[in-house]
């Protein structure tokens, strides 16, 4: 913006000024980069990459779209041997990046205030895997050459014999060459698991064998604000920067299956308003899910608001008995007065904010 008077300072003082996606491309020009692209799970799968890679001592430089728990930094520097990058597909960003390695997690309509159709989505993830110099690898139900990975299915890399195992799970592991049985990993979700297969596949393409990685699985530290389990008053909240209905989707598979038998509520800060009416009736389908529903304002960010579109409108659609709209600032209040023994926050505009304060002023609340 041209009232921005640090920008102002630069570009006076002679300094070029250049999209952060354009950056992060020079950055990584003439070395070996491994991106992670995808609708959903990019940010968690890159940061599980990272985290195996500092497990196996390499050498790299990772970009990172989140903040492992715990430690306030998205980027990472041992060295310059590896370039680790999320790659992100609002405004085309990641169409800048030519990866020797990717990783496509998922492809899935977002961001139609930039392409307008879904076919002007999807092509433009069928640009970025032309752009890979050297190995794809992509999630078994994505249309697009590579090599694939996946859940109880037919792929290069899979994950079959699932258990619970406290806070996450156990599991058989296939890869190309071998077999790994019992293999833990300490985050909850089936989506965690695929996850971790992207980022094993990726690493195995530059030389790092899933023998050598398997043990960060036991010891990630965690993506804030990505399923991050708090115990309150003999209840569980959940943390998610779920915005796609996919996205609580997965938060709520979750929950069904890791907390069976228990009531649930879900507190959703809608995010945008275009993402609203463009997913209007998925929002309704994945939300009816929850016995409890209650919804903030929708989260604006760079948006203007569209006539018709309050999440006023989106709690009317839905049938639920137990439902209402708060203000974020009754968030407390809220979660103080729900009879539901399990409660995810989500959303991914400032909800997250308000819930750490929320914590912050609870000495009762554990991560």
Not at 186 to 197: D, E, K, P, V
Request: hydrophobic letters at 40%; one cysteine or more; a negative charge.
């Amino acid at each position: 913006p041209k009232e921005h008077p640090q920008l102002n300072y630069f570009i006076e003082q002679g300094n070029a000024v250049k999209k952060r996606a354009v950056f992060l491309a020079e950055c990584c020009y003439g070395k070996t980069t491994l991106a992670v692209a995808g609708t959903h799970g990019k940010t968690t799968t890159s940061l599980f990459l990272t985290h195996l890679f500092e497990q196996t001592q390499q050498s790299f430089t990772s970009f990172m779209g989140g903040f492992f728990n715990g430690q306030p930094s998205n980027l990472k520097y041992t060295g310059e041997d590896f370039m680790l990058v999320e790659a992100d597909e609002y405004d085309r960003s990641f169409l800048h990046l030519q990866p020797t390695v990717a990783g496509i997690t998922y492809v899935e309509s977002d961001h139609l205030d930039v392409y307008k159709t879904e076919q002007a989505f999807a092509d433009a993830f069928v640009q970025f895997s032309k752009q890979v110099s050297q190995t794809l690898v992509v999630a078994h139900n994505i249309p697009i050459a590579g090599i694939t990975y996946g859940i109880d299915v037919q792929a290069d890399y899979s994950a079959t014999a699932i258990k619970p195992h406290n806070e996450g799970h156990t599991f058989t592991l296939h890869t190309p060459s071998q077999t790994y049985s019992n293999v833990l990993i300490n985050q909850l979700g089936l989506h965690n698991i695929s996850n971790a297969l992207c980022a094993i596949a990726m690493a195995e393409q530059v030389g790092i064998s899933a023998a050598q990685t398997l043990q960060g699985l036991r010891t990630f530290p965690g993506v804030y604000r990505r399923m991050n389990i708090y115990r309150w008053n003999n209840r569980i909240v959940i943390d998610d920067y779920a915005h796609h209905p996919t996205e609580i989707k997965s938060v709520l598979a979750t929950i069904k299956d890791s907390f069976a038998n228990h009531s649930n509520c879900v507190v959703f800060q809608p995010h945008l308003f275009s993402r609203t009416r463009d997913f209007f009736d998925e929002f309704v389908s994945v939300l009816t899910q929850f016995d409890e529903v209650i919804l903030t304002p929708i989260y604006p960010a760079r948006e203007q608001p569209i006539e018709g579109i309050t999440s006023e409108a989106l709690l009317d659609a839905l049938p639920n008995k137990r439902k209402k709209c708060i203000h974020k600032k009754e968030l407390k209040e809220a979660l103080r007065e729900t009879s539901a023994s399990i409660i995810a926050v989500l959303g991914a505009g400032d909800i997250g904010a308000e819930f750490e304060t929320v914590v912050s002023s609870h000495s009762s609340f554990a991560l």
